[in-house]
C-alpha cells in the first residue's frame, strides 16, 4: 500500500494518528522538495529508523518522473509511506503520485494535517468567508515575470476578498523568498501594467514560521517593507492581503494580532517515552 501521511506544519501539530501510522511503515519517504518541516522532526525520523524502520530523505529525482514508478512499484508489495509536511494533497507532486498509483492497482490511503492555508488563515484575524483565490509569487525566469498573483489579487480586490500569497521556496537549493521579494515582484509587475493594485500604504500581513515555536505574524504597511523597515525572522514566509475594506472586528484584531501567541509548543521532555507510548497504539 501507498500512504501519504500529513506531518503538519510542525512535530507539534503532528496528529497522533498520523504518528501511529508512520510506525507501521516498512519505509518512509520524507519529502524534502515541496516544503520543510522545522528541525524539531528530524529527531523524530532519527528514533524511526532506530526503531528498524527504513527513512529516506526524498528530492525531487524521487518524487517526480521515474521517481514515481519506483515509489509505485515498491508499494505493491509492501507499506511504502510518503511523509509530507503540512498537508499531504496540498502539492500537485503528491497528487501525480496518487493518480499513478490508483492507475496501476495499488492501494492508496491519504491522512490529512494541519497545512499552511488553514493554520495561515485562522492566525490572520480575517474572516475565512472573505478569503478569495490563493496564488504563489516565484521569482522571474529568463526575464519573464508570472503576472497570475497579481491577477489573482486585482480579482480579489475587486471582489473585496483577502488574498493568500504563497512564495517560491527552493528547499533543495536552499532558497526561500522573502517578503520584501513578493512584494517588489508585484509592484514590478503593476509598473508595467499603469496600474495601483496594491498601494505603498496598504497594510500586509506577513507569517514568519508560524507553528515552529519561534514564529512571528507582523503587519506591516507596503512602503516599510519594501524599506526593510522590518527584519523577519527566519523562514518560510506567507504574505497575505487583506481586502481594502475590513469588517470591524477585523480591524481591532488586526490592530492587536501582534499581542497574540503566534504558537507555544508543548516541551517534549522524553520523545522516548512519548514514542513507547505510542507503540501501544500500534
Aim: glycine content about 6%; aromatic content about 6%; charged content about 25%.
Amino acid at each position: 500500500m501507498l500512504r501519504l501521511i500529513g506531518l503538519g506544519l510542525s512535530i507539534y501539530l503532528l496528529p497522533i494518528g498520523n504518528l501511529v501510522k508512520l510506525l507501521r511503515c516498512n519505509k518512509i519517504l520524507v519529502d524534502t522538495y515541496t516544503s520543510i518541516w522545522f528541525s524539531e522532526g528530524i529527531d523524530l525520523f532519527k528514533m524511526l529508523n532506530m526503531d528498524g524502520i527504513e527513512v529516506v530523505y526524498a528530492c525531487r529525482n524521487d518524487l517526480e518522473g521515474k521517481g514515481i514508478d519506483v515509489v509505485v512499484e515498491e508499494a505493491r508489495s509492501k507499506d511504502i509511506c510518503i511523509a509530507t509536511p503540512g498537508d499531504p494533497l496540498i502539492a500537485t507532486t503528491h497528487s501525480a503520485i496518487v493518480v499513478e498509483a490508483l492507475r496501476k492497482g495499488v492501494p492508496v490511503e491519504v491522512s490529512p494535517s494541519s497545512s499552511i492555508l488553514n493554520v495561515g488563515i485562522s492566525m490572520s484575524c480575517l474572516q475565512v468567508y472573505r478569503f478569495g483565490r490563493i496564488a504563489t509569487v516565484v521569482r522571474p525566469k529568463n526575464g519573464i515575470e508570472y503576472e497570475h498573483p497579481l491577477h489573482i489579487v486585482k480579482l480579489n480586490r475587486v471582489q473585496d476578498l483577502h488574498t493568500m500569497l504563497l512564495l517560491e521556496m527552493d528547499a533543495e537549493n536552499n532558497y526561500f523568498m522573502t517578503p520584501r521579494e513578493a512584494i517588489e515582484v508585484l509592484l514590478n509587475i503593476q509598473r508595467r501594467w499603469g496600474e495601483e493594485v496594491i498601494a505603498l500604504d496598504d497594510v500586509i500581513i506577513v507569517q514568519q514560521a508560524i507553528t515552529s515555536g519561534k514564529g512571528r505574524v507582523y503587519v506591516e504597511t507596503v512602503n516599510r517593507i519594501v524599506d526593510s523597515v522590518t527584519e523577519f525572522g527566519e523562514p518560510p514566509y506567507t504574505v497575505i492581503i487583506p481586502a481594502r475594506k475590513l469588517h470591524p472586528i477585523e480591524r481591532e484584531c488586526l490592530d492587536n494580532i501582534e499581542k497574540i501567541q503566534c504558537y507555544t509548543p508543548s516541551q517534549y521532555t522524553d520523545l522516548h517515552k512519548l514514542l513507547e507510548r505510542i507503540h501501544r497504539l500500534k
